[in-house]
């Protein structure tokens, strides 16, 4: 079934109105057709099944027929606080992880990023982050859009982490894979859990040793060294086996 979003300002009792560009997907695209059926989720836990009624003028009209909990929401806040990867890495980490049931994805400038993202170039691309989001979430059915922060550093990255009821540091000097599979078994509903993931190049050596000293435990994601944007993946999809409904 469609999948939209829509402001939770835009749903008045049975009445609810799509607008921007889905106004003009849904007809010209879809073509809907009067009664059809369609979900739309208002990014607060709620999803409204609707039959359309019609558009114009930028706006899409439809009769609200029930409304369910978002179902597709993982029952844990996962933040994956990224090192931020060269090229567009960050788009593919974005699009897979918002489909794996991530929550919030943080860019850390690293010691070992190579790229930069300046405060110029930051909000044009955070801006494209972001509709990569939404439209991953769209295609996943996600109940709602995670949020694609501003680029943090490492240490104001750590101390935003650091009220998360879990915090992983997925770290390629870690050893010991019963110690990572204890901290997942001990994953509950409603935890919020904060994954800090390095760029290509890793983490210093310093930078785990802060972790630490700010309640982070390096844990191994296995022999293998896995790329900086199959790391935030392997962990939520983790998460998303031990947790899912
Ligand atoms: N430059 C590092 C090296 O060659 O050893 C690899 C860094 S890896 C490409 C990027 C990030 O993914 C790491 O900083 C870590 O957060 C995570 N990662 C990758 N493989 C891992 C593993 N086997 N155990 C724990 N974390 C891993």
Same mark, same amino acid.
């Given at each position: 079934?469609?999948?939209?979003?829509?402001?939770?300002?835009?749903?008045?009792?049975?009445?609810?109105?799509?607008?921007?560009?889905?106004?003009?997907?849904?007809?010209?695209?879809?073509?809907?057709?009067?009664?059809?059926?369609?979900?739309?989720?208002?990014?607060?836990?709620?999803?409204?099944?609707?039959?359309?009624?019609?558009?114009?003028?930028?706006?899409?009209?439809?009769?609200?027929?029930?409304?369910?909990?978002?179902?597709?929401?993982?029952?844990?806040?996962?933040?994956?606080?990224?090192?931020?990867?060269?090229?567009?890495?960050?788009?593919?980490?974005?699009?897979?992880?918002?489909?794996? %049931? $991530?929550?919030? /994805? @943080?860019?850390?400038?690293?010691?070992?990023?190579? #790229?930069?993202?300046?405060? =110029?170039? &930051?909000?044009?691309?955070?801006?494209?982050?972001?509709?990569?989001?939404?439209?991953?979430?769209?295609?996943?059915?996600? %109940? $709602?859009?995670? /949020? @694609?922060?501003?680029?943090?550093?490492?240490?104001? #990255?750590?101390?935003?982490? =650091?009220? &998360?009821?879990?915090?992983?540091?997925?770290?390629?000097?870690?050893?010991?894979?019963?110690?990572?599979?204890?901290?997942?078994?001990?994953?509950?509903?409603?935890?919020?859990?904060?994954?800090?993931?390095?760029?290509?190049?890793?983490?210093?050596?310093?930078?785990?040793?802060?972790?630490?000293?700010?309640?982070?435990?390096?844990?191994?994601?296995?022999?293998?060294?896995?790329?900086?944007?199959?790391?935030?993946?392997?962990?939520?999809?983790?998460?998303?086996?031990?947790?899912?409904?």
């Amino acid at each position: 079934m469609t999948h939209f979003f829509v402001d939770p300002a835009d749903v008045a009792g049975d009445e609810l109105v799509i607008r921007g560009g889905d106004v003009n997907h849904i007809k010209n695209v879809l073509r809907m057709k009067s009664g059809e059926e369609f979900f739309a989720s208002d990014g607060q836990g709620n999803d409204y099944y609707c039959a359309y009624g019609g558009a114009d003028d930028g706006e899409a009209r439809a009769r609200v027929l029930y409304v369910r909990p978002s179902e597709s929401e993982l029952p844990v806040n996962v933040t994956l606080y990224q090192g931020l990867p060269k090229g567009d890495k960050m788009e593919l980490i974005i699009q897979k992880c918002t489909e794996l %049931g $991530v929550k919030r /994805i @943080v860019p850390v400038n690293c010691a070992r990023c190579v #790229a930069k993202l300046d405060e =110029k170039k &930051a909000p044009a691309r955070i801006k494209r982050w972001q509709d990569i989001a939404q439209a991953a979430a769209k295609q996943s059915g996600r %109940g $709602v859009i995670p /949020i @694609v922060s501003m680029p943090m550093s490492f240490k104001a #990255a750590l101390a935003q982490a =650091k009220s &998360a009821s879990v915090r992983l540091f997925p770290y390629e000097c870690a050893h010991g894979m019963e110690r990572t599979r204890e901290l997942f078994s001990k994953i509950r509903s409603g935890d919020d859990i904060a994954v800090f993931i390095g760029p290509e190049g890793g983490f210093e050596a310093s930078e785990a040793d802060t972790a630490s000293q700010n309640g982070f435990e390096a844990v191994t994601l296995g022999k293998r060294i896995l790329r900086t944007e199959t790391a935030g993946m392997y962990v939520l999809s983790v998460i998303g086996f031990n947790m899912e409904a």
